[in-house]
């Protein structure tokens, strides 16, 4: 089956940095990825939505200039938390969706802000 | 908006037990349903869909019919294994490319031996 990677799987951070996070679509060439985020215990809300080589959608109430996100191939698109806080400490998950109506999750990356 | 609400576990059963999560949602026009489930430790893995009124969804086991008079999706399985312990999430969405999912809360199923 499709397989979606995720890097880092976890990462910690201090307060006022920045982290990078990577999904790579391993097998496939996707066109929409799509970025969730999963609060302990709880569902995933989905943060916006990518389409290779143009701007992501925001969903409403997330800040696009605090969550930077980049699809620049069909295989990999990456989301930027910019000076992070301990609010945003959280497990991010992003998909790759395919032509054929289905999405592939990646296994999510836990941040810790500290 | 589009809603999807699932029973609140934890759904605690024991080996070879009857299983069912229900699932209901709110939404506009004609959607796509799915049941994810997410093992300890993975992704989300799709476990079955259904994509209009009265299709049943089925794999490893797992049922659902998609019930459009009731709004519903219930999942079912007839005799869980332990192997079945994991996070249950329905979800909804539309379209080809760009299928934008809503989530309900999950449901955490423990099997016990």
């Known amino acids: 089956g499709a397989v979606v990677s995720q890097h880092p799987s976890w990462v910690i951070c201090k307060s006022g940095t920045s982290v990078k996070i990577e999904c790579r679509s391993l097998d496939f060439q996707a066109t929409t990825m799509f970025w969730y985020r999963q609060f302990p215990k709880q569902s995933l809300m989905l943060m916006a939505t990518s389409n290779e080589g143009s701007k992501a959608t925001y969903e409403q109430g997330v800040e696009k200039d605090k969550f930077l996100i980049n699809h620049a191939s069909l295989t990999l698109s990456t989301l930027t938390v910019t000076s992070a806080h301990p609010e945003d400490s959280s497990f991010y998950i992003c998909?790759?969706?395919?032509?054929?109506?289905?999405?592939?999750f990646g296994p999510g990356t836990r941040l810790t802000v500290l | 908006g589009n809603s999807v609400t699932q029973m609140e576990g934890p759904v605690t059963l024991s080996e070879e037990a009857f299983l069912t999560i229900n699932c209901t949602y709110t939404a506009t026009g004609y959607p796509s349903l799915f049941w994810y489930v997410q093992y300890p430790g993975e992704g989300l893995q799709l476990l079955l869909k259904?994509?209009?009124?009265?299709d049943k969804g089925s794999n490893k086991g797992f049922e659902a019919t998609y019930r459009k008079e009731t709004t519903s999706f219930h999942l079912e399985k007839g005799s869980v294994q332990v192997s079945d312990s994991a996070v249950y999430f329905c979800a909804l969405g539309y379209g080809a490319a760009g299928n934008k999912l809503t989530f309900g809360g999950g449901t955490r199923v423990l099997v016990k031996p």
């Open positions: 998909s790759a969706g395919t032509t054929n109506n289905e999405q592939f």
């Open positions: 259904a994509t209009k009124a009265d």
